[in-house]
């Protein structure tokens, strides 16, 4: 197999060479397009499967199974989650400086298949499990948690699926996108909806994770759950493989990582020599990619032949000046930090659906008739709200926004990040209200419903279908383009500082209210003042996003005219896959 790192070495063309299986350049009419999309999707649908599956009952299970805290149950959760978007970051760095998109997602959905195998095994072995112990959550309890070598496979096992997992995410959409030439007008307007059927397509993985696995892991036992995890993970690696000769492919340009910390290097070295008096005279004016911005002038001082780079030798040489594209590189990756710190938040808030609402539900009245619904699986209605809106954004939403607001994308990606930022502190009240009622009832031993959960659940995954894809069209397409894995990085990294700063706040929580707040018995506990601090939190927060994405001036693009008449055919072609 040749792809486009060695078409490039070999043909001396632009590294930004888009190749097939052999090397070769591409037929765009056998390559690319929807079908090869949807192919690498699938990766990332058995993903979703895995890690959904796994994180939306794995509260209940340690505190149940192994006898642990709730807070420290719900810290291992949400550690686990934030590495996996974290290592999304490294998964990038691969991608983007050595492997390639396509070998980086092949190589690490095989590590996540291994560590799935290995949780089903940590489950299902006796030897790793406490003995069973009826009265867990009562304050005084006989209960033998988990020791240390049970808990080192399990931390084995979540933590090679996290490194498995975030390869997975940080490249999948990226190698999505490189199916479509958005040079083409008529493939660009395909790719404006990929990142919406990108996520209705995971959200699928998702309901399907909480809904059948979920109940497998309850009713039927952990390790066969796992095990069709496992299996699923696998056959998406199989799925992968299968449309290597329909893809699309660019090489790796190098560690992104490295021109950055250059840029910085060199603008600091010479911060003491004066500005040009016009950007012509910065290296590389004449032949860069990207029009100079006068944002963070500091910069340009990278890329000022002084007297010694002037010399023949020196002035190709990336350690002594830097070229004024790299610079404006760099300028674009600073430019998305506001952005990226207010978009944290949105994750803190549904972090909580993976642990303490999970908890609440356990206290709850679950029935339905004689059936009793697992704790874990009242998640469904978070991936239909999101199912639900991702759909109606894309068929109802983005055309009333579009005549509305004369943009060809209807909401613009910042826009639909504020609306799931606002969904998130509704989410935050009503999880607020509800868990008083909730309160109130049990003191005169009354169950209430579990279906109380459900606005919580609606408007976190409304938030979500906007939110999610808001993000990651914007640090995709905000960012240059030759560091387009790391930048799903960045994006993923946003989620797994979510998880961290949940798992802080509870740990914050539990020292200043002397573990008063946040019991393993929420009867004694006060959840609903977490909930209300939350809500308090995302308010400020949102604040300073709204402050943040006004001065934020988009890159300028072009192909972005979506045409009516060609949307009901993007519109068929994207459902036969998705």
């Known amino acids: 197999m040749v792809l486009a790192g060695e078409y490039a070495d070999k043909h001396g063309e632009d590294s930004e060479a888009v190749v097939d299986y052999n090397g070769n350049p591409v037929d765009k009419s056998r390559t690319g397009g929807w079908l090869a999309a949807g192919l690498i999707l699938g990766t990332e649908f058995a993903e979703r499967v895995c890690v959904m599956g796994i994180s939306m009952n794995l509260v209940t299970y340690l505190v149940g199974d192994l006898h642990l805290s709730s807070s420290k149950s719900a810290t291992i959760v949400t550690n686990f989650m934030g590495t996996l978007n974290l290592l999304g970051l490294f998964g990038g760095f691969v991608a983007d400086a050595k ?41 005084e309890n006989d209960c033998v948690a988990a020791n240390g070598k049970q808990l080192a496979m399990l931390y084995a096992a979540l933590y090679i699926l996290a490194l498995g997992g975030g390869g997975i995410k940080s490249n999948v959409s990226g190698f999505g996108t490189d199916q479509f030439d958005p040079s083409n007008p008529k493939e660009e307007k395909a790719m404006v909806f990929f990142f919406n059927r990108f996520y209705f397509c995971i959200s699928i993985g998702s309901l399907l994770a909480v809904t059948v696995l979920v109940y497998i892991q309850d009713d039927v036992g952990r390790g066969w759950g796992y095990g069709i995890s496992a299996a699923t993970m696998m056959i998406g690696v199989l799925v992968l493989l299968a449309g290597t000769r329909l ?74 000046v830097s070229t004024m594209t790299e610079v404006e590189e760099v300028k674009m990756v600073l430019k998305l930090f506001p952005i990226w710190s207010t978009c944290i938040l949105f994750w803190t808030v549904y972090s909580q659906m993976t642990t303490f609402t999970i908890e609440q539900a356990t206290f709850m009245n679950r029935k339905i008739g004689s059936f009793e619904v697992p704790a874990g699986s009242f998640s469904v209605f978070l991936f239909i709200s999101i199912l639900l809106f991702t759909s109606l954004n894309e068929r109802f939403f983005v055309p009333i926004a579009r005549r509305l607001t004369h943009n060809p994308q209807g909401l613009t990606s910042l826009q639909r990040v504020g609306v799931g930022l606002a969904s998130a502190m509704a989410a935050m009240i009503a999880a607020a209200i509800v868990e008083k009622h909730r309160k109130e009832k049990a003191l005169h031993g009354i169950k209430l419903s579990a279906f109380w959960l459900v606005p919580q659940y609606l408007f976190v995954g409304a938030g979500e279908g906007f939110a999610y894809v808001g993000q990651l069209e914007f640090f995709i397409r905000e ?100």
């Open 479 to 578: 960012a240059p383009e030759k560091m387009k894995s790391m930048s799903t990085g960045f994006f993923l990294s946003t989620l797994a500082m979510g998880f961290f700063v949940s798992s802080l706040l509870v740990s914050i929580v539990d020292q200043t209210s002397h573990e008063t707040w946040l019991k393993s018995n929420l009867n004694k506990g006060k959840l609903d003042d977490f909930y209300w601090l939350l809500a308090g939190l995302v308010a400020l927060d949102f604040i300073a996003f709204l402050f943040f994405s006004m001065k934020h001036q988009y890159k300028v693009r072009q192909h972005i005219e979506v045409l009516e008449n060609d949307e009901k055919e993007l519109w068929e072609k994207g459902n036969g896959v998705a």
């Open 99 to 139: 492997l390639g998109r396509y070998l980086t997602v092949a190589i690490f959905a095989s590590i996540a298949a291994m560590g799935v195998a290995l949780l089903t095994l940590a489950t299902s072995i006796p030897s790793m499990i406490p003995p069973p112990c009826s009265n867990f959550r009562a304050p």
């Open 247 to 320: 893809y699309r492919y660019k090489s790796p340009q190098g560690s992104p990582l490295t021109v950055v910390w250059r840029v910085l290097f060199l603008a600091f070295k010479k911060r003491k020599l004066t500005h040009p008096s016009k950007p012509d005279f910065l290296n590389g004016f004449q032949t860069a990619k990207i029009s100079y911005t006068p944002l963070f002038r500091c910069l340009d001082k990278a890329a000022i032949i002084d007297d010694f780079a002037a010399k023949d030798e020196n002035r190709f040489n990336p350690w002594i």
